[in-house]
Nanobody
Framework: VQLQASGGGLVQPGGSLRLSCAAS????????MRWYRRAPGKQRELVAS???????TYGDSVKGRFRISRDNAKNTVYLQMSTLKPEDTAVYYC??????????????WGQGTLVTVSS
């Protein structure tokens, strides 16, 4: 199983950006799909989480500005980020936990995509 994240880049404060993360390989079912971030000099932070039913949770710092969604047919999770602030600057990582086609449980991380919010 591999995760491929994309969509990071440079954006001005107040702008928007959408991240994507696609899981590929021998996958049976995906439970949680999450986005984490690590800002320079800070600990990793959970940004948003979505389970297979579609229920979502968000970190306090992004509530009302970010929206997580998933396409189960494509094994892909998205993070729509709006009203971006300089403090949102970080490397964003996707995470999934799943059962593969052999019924083995595992969790996986994407390679990270850099989001820079700056004028």
């Amino acid at each position: 199983v591999q995760l491929q994240a994309s969509g990071g880049g440079l954006v001005q404060p107040g702008g928007s950006l959408r991240l994507s993360c696609a899981a590929s390989g021998s996958i049976s079912s995906i439970n949680f799909m999450r986005w984490y971030r690590r800002a320079p000099g800070k600990q990793r932070e959970l940004v948003a989480s979505i389970v297979s039913s579609g229920s979502t949770t968000y970190g306090d710092s992004v509530k009302g500005r970010f929206r997580i969604s998933r396409d189960n047919a494509k094994n892909t999770v998205y993070l729509q980020m709006s009203t971006l602030k300089p403090e949102d600057t970080a490397v964003y990582y996707c995470y999934v936990d799943l059962f593969d086609a052999a019924g083995v449980y595992g969790d996986y991380w994407g390679q990270g995509t850099l989001v820079t919010v700056s004028s």
